[in-house]
């Protein structure tokens, strides 16, 4: 019987925020399969949560945000054995890397990484697929999936051609270079670069704001931008049309309507 413990880290205080660490620092903040579930089930229970109204994503230590897969005690990597039946990788990629990455993507609250060390291979999809993202100046990215001989997975086709385009994806996942965070910033995959001390600071401050905020509408935003990046004009101006009539609905439209006719900031519930 396994005694691994999956070392993810969730909590909720009084700002409707819900933080969750990864602290595996001694493995390098990698995920074990446990661990991986352990983090989906994080992302999907803040979505079906009305009292959560944004996520917080960190990391244990400075060294490490996420290197990606791991094994439970991070001793040995052994090589993989030739899979028993045709479409045993598909499952267990479907199930596994690319339903956390789903979970992230789906969640319908703004989901805020704070990256202070390295995220390397699925690490570095994971700090993709999040909607803002505050990075040391000691971090960088790097889809390292090459050095191995790996098939890109979990999303870092997907996620990279929509960030920076073809052409630059290619580059990137087909020579596995790291990113330091000025390249990272200067590319559009993260939204801030601090100092390493202030990381998990400015990270919080954007949750703390983003969780003050209109809630369904910040989740329907969320929503159209996935939906104009993955689709043409016609299903985008679509998709406006029905989050519009959404957000007409909610009480925190009404009050920002009544804040700005009273020039006052406006209290948004989320509803």
């Avoid at 005690?73 to 090589?79: A, I, M, N, R």
């Amino acid at each position: 019987m396994s005694t691994e413990e999956p070392g993810i880290v969730v909590t909720r205080g009084d700002d409707a925020v819900q933080r969750i660490i990864i602290d595996r620092a001694p493995v390098g903040n990698s995920l074990s399969p446990l661990a991986r579930d352990a983090l989906t089930e994080a992302f999907v229970q803040a979505h079906g949560d009305p009292a959560v109204r944004a996520v917080l994503l960190t990391a244990a230590g400075d060294r490490h945000f996420c290197a990606g897969a791991g094994l439970s005690d991070g001793k040995s990597t052994p090589v993989p054995s030739q899979p028993k039946r045709l479409g045993d990788v598909a499952r267990m990629l479907q199930q596994g890397w690319q339903r956390l990455i789903a979970s992230v993507l789906g969640c319908d609250k703004p989901v805020v990484a704070a990256v202070k060390g390295a995220a390397v291979g699925a690490g570095s999809s994971l700090v993709l697929a999040c909607d803002l993202v505050v990075m040391s100046t000691e971090a960088h990215l790097a889809q390292s999936f090459v050095h191995r001989g790996i098939l890109p997975d979990s999303g870092a086709v997907h996620l990279l051609t929509r960030i920076v385009g073809l052409r630059r994806a290619a580059e990137l996942l087909m020579l596995g270079e790291p990113l330091d965070a000025a390249s990272c910033e200067r590319l559009g995959l993260v939204n801030r670069v601090v100092a390493p001390q202030d990381t998990e600071a400015a990270a919080e401050d954007l949750a703390v704001r983003l969780a003050a905020g209109p809630t369904v509408m910040l989740g329907l935003t969320k929503r159209l931008l996935a939906v104009s990046s993955e689709s043409g004009r016609d299903r985008a101006f679509e998709q406006e049309a029905w989050a519009a009539e959404m957000v007409s609905q909610t009480t925190d439209l009404q009050e920002g309507l009544r804040s700005f006719a009273e020039r006052r900031d406006p209290h948004f519930r989320g509803v």
